[in-house]
């Protein structure tokens, strides 16, 4: 075996998330949001993470798009001879998702042999490469594009899932001659995402059936597909001839390591109870109706241990193993909770003599567009190690923990004392323990290890909305009130810090009065600015890490453009004197603060914002008054919790801007609203802000945006998932894909 294969402790290897597939007419390329210097310097990004194998694409969709055999070297060259500079040893990819460029298909005849000559250039243009994947996932994305339709041919049939399957396992073998021909030593890595199926009862014929086909391409790979299986009749009746079926099993290409990609969503569960689910949950096998859902959502056992799937895979195949694809599209702390789930279910099976090689941190400068399963360009970002919505690549606290697992095998951050979400019980459709308790206090048993966030301001919104974030996210905190701890009581402040230990203080009191604040401004000042400074010496002093929020109100709207971090404050009324004098002292006093500036927010439990407030007088056949000259950032508030909550993890310091992107006049979210709500936008009256009469100035212009990172979606966005969630009552993480439906 090469170097890749023989380590003697776990190892750590890294990827970036590289698809090109194709739908309809269209290539969609993770690579497009990508410039190439940002490609390269992804390299060293890796390099620098103690990394030293790295799943690297060469694919044949973006080196060779016009023609077999046109290949431009150019950049690939560069990439490979930075690659040994840093001493990274690359698994390389030549199909990743994709169907091959425009002049083949997966269900093309030649596809096989195409790649074939693709795969030898690449070999003979880097003959020191020792390990391949010429095709990632075959068994998926045949299922992707020919069972469900969603990716190019667009097949919904047996036929096509299964010409797509076997033209793709042929071409790994095909690939592999063709390299093995220059480089006898080559390796195959050959990855598959690993899933399972659960059922209810009635269906338990249907799950059998995926459970067994889910090993298909490592089966054909391996010559092991037994005539008498299901699966081969499966396969016949799609049209497979059984000759075909004997030369692929008579030559096989088994592969050296046996790549696992397992995901949350991975595991379904079939369920002929279909009033549970929405529409497009539903589908059917031409036999029975049923739901096609991720278990870990929809059953009580429906978490599928990581360390089982592997040993299953070692138990059937007898091959070494890596976790080649461990990422989560979720909040920070969840996104490390996973990894180290996978990396200590590897080291377990080791412990039980199980090579299991290394585990891969995936999608390390995150992925675009899979919410949509890549069938949409919507630019749709979710961050990994390293978050690509700054100006720069920003490390992440999952770039720290990778660090620490590359080097030490180990990551000590508090927040990974807890249990993923799919080890709660509130990740369960339907179930709603996760907001039947008060919201005070959250410390559950499996979490009594973590320490606790302290939130100050139990009777404000925000605070309340910090406490339900929190609950969900799993993290145990504290949520205190003015009785428990005055925060401009430094005695109160330093007691209360000492007995709880916190890992950080989120800060959500304050003086929100804008228009009272004039002639209140002893109070304001001393609940906006003298509290804040406060906790800030008291933070500093125990070394613990402080967020408090500002607003886009210490501006006086002079830019007439949207407000970045650096522009200097210039409150034009009391309360925006009151934060902008907070932001400075805190600062100051504690370096290691947070500071986030934010716009006028919205959510959906309070009754006291501008929307719902809109909505009520519309709904009560009334009209409504508001600004048409003034422009700001809307603020979804569970958008700027969850926001906050993942910069507060990453330890980031200094101010921040977070708003929902865009301007928008009052006016005009008001009648954005009204027409979401069904209500007519006509009864919404512009006025300037002169007329309003009001007692505080405010500013024309308040729109925030970022210098640092535009982390927060667009506020039309944020109104939608406003009624939705108002509807629900439960406002979430970021969700799984949709389901795709099956047929047997």
């Known amino acids: 075996m090469i170097s890749i294969l023989a380590g003697r402790t776990l190892e750590l290897w890294g990827g970036c998330e590289c698809t090109i597939n194709r739908v309809g007419g269209r290539f969609h390329s993770q690579f497009a949001h990508r410039s190439r210097t940002d490609r390269l310097a992804d390299i060293e990004r890796i390099a620098g993470l103690g990394i030293r194998t790295i799943r690297f694409p060469l694919l044949w969709e973006e080196l060779a798009p016009n023609a077999p055999g046109e290949i431009d070297w150019t950049f690939p060259d560069i990439q490979m001879e930075r690659l040994q500079a840093l001493g990274l040893r690359p698994i390389i990819g030549l199909v990743h998702h994709g169907s091959g460029p425009r002049y083949t298909s997966l269900i093309d005849p030649r596809f096989p042999g195409l790649l074939a000559d693709y795969a030898r250039a690449v070999a003979e243009r880097y003959p020191w490469a020792e390990a391949f994947t010429p095709v ?7 299922r992707f594009s020919g069972l469900y339709g969603l990716w190019f041919p667009h097949g919904r049939s047996a036929g096509v899932f299964a010409r797509a399957l076997l033209n793709q396992v042929r071409g790994v073998a095909a690939a592999m001659q063709a390299i ?125 241990e990581p360390r089982d799937l592997l040993r299953e895979a070692w138990e059937r195949f007898r091959i070494p193993l890596a976790v080649t694809e461990a990422h989560l599209c979720c909040t920070r702390e969840e996104q490390m909770r996973w990894l180290l789930e996978m990396w200590d279910a590897a080291q377990a099976l080791r412990s039980e003599q199980v090579p299991v090689t290394a585990v891969t941190a995936w999608s390390i400068c995150g992925a675009y567009d899979w919410n949509s399963l890549l069938t949409r360009p919507d630019g749709h970002y979710e961050p990994g190690a390293f978050d690509l919505r700054s100006p720069q690549p920003r490390e992440t606290a999952v770039t720290s923990c990778l660090r620490e697992l590359a080097t030490h095998g180990a990551s000590t951050h508090p927040l990974l004392r807890g249990p993923g979400w799919w080890r709660r019980r509130a990740r369960l459709i339907g179930d709603e323990t996760v907001h039947a308790a008060p919201l005070r206090v959250f410390a559950p048993r499996a979490n009594r290890g973590m320490p606790m966030l302290l939130i100050t301001g139990a009777t404000g919104m925000l605070g309340q909305a910090f406490a339900r974030m929190c609950r969900l996210r799993g993290l145990p905190y504290r949520l205190l009130s003015r009785s428990e701890m005055d925060i401009a009581d430094p005695d109160a402040v330093r007691s209360t810090i000492a007995a709880f230990r916190p890992w950080a203080v989120v800060n959500a009191a304050g003086y929100a009065r804008v228009e009272e604040a004039e002639n209140d401004e002893d109070r304001c000042f001393r609940e906006n600015t003298v509290g804040p400074q406060v906790l800030a010496g008291a933070c500093a002093t125990a070394d613990v890490p402080l967020l408090i929020f500002s607003s886009s109100l210490v501006f006086n709207g002079a830019k007439n453009a949207a407000y970045v971090e650096s522009d200097l404050p210039t409150p034009m009324n009391a309360y925006g004197r009151s934060k902008a004098a907070a932001e400075a002292q805190v600062l100051t006093s504690c370096p290691r603060a947070l500071v986030v500036r934010t716009s006028a927010f919205f959510g959906p439990w309070d009754d006291s914002n501008f929307i719902t407030q809109t909505i009520n007088r519309l709904a009560a056949g009334k009209t409504v008054t508001a600004a048409e000259d003034v422009r700001l950032s ?38 954005t609203a009204a027409r979401i709500a069904g209500f007519d936008p006509a009864l919404v009256h512009g006025v300037t802000l002169a007329e309003l009469n009001l007692l505080a100035p405010r500013p024309l212009w308040s729109a925030l945006g970022s210098e640092r990172g535009q982390l927060l979606s667009g506020w039309e966005g944020a109104l939608h998932r406003y009624f939705q969630d108002r509807a629900t009552g439960r406002p979430m993480s970021p969700r799984e894909p949709a389901a795709a439906t099956e047929h047997l």
């Not at 990632?136 to 045949?142: D, H």
């Not at 809307?634 to 993890?649: E, Q």
């Open 180 to 304: 093995r021909a220059v480089n006898p030593a080559a390796q195959l890595v050959q990855t598959e995402d690993l899933g399972c199926t659960l059922s209810a009862p009635a269906l338990a014929y249907q799950a059998e059936f995926e459970n067994e086909r889910r090993w298909l391409s490592f089966d054909l790979l391996c010559g092991r597909l037994d005539p008498e299986s299901p699966v081969w009749t499966y396969l016949r009746k799609a049209g497979i001839e059984e000759d075909e079926l004997l030369r692929v099993l008579a030559q096989p290409c088994s592969p050296d390591l046996l790549g696992i990609n397992h995901y949350l969503t991975s595991a379904r569960f079939l369920d002929e109870e279909i009033t549970r689910y929405a529409a497009h949950e539903i589908g059917g096998n031409g036999r029975d109706i049923y739901a096609d859902v991720a278990a870990v959502r929809a059953a009580a056992g429906g978490f599928c």
């Open 634 to 671: 809307p603020t979804y508030v569970p958008d700027l919790v969850h926001g906050a909550l993942d910069l507060l993890i990453d330890r980031e310091t200094g101010g921040w801007h977070l708003a929902n992107a865009g301007a928008v006049s009052w006016a005009e979210l008001a009648r």
């Open 136 to 142: 990632n996932e075959p068994l998926t994305t045949a």
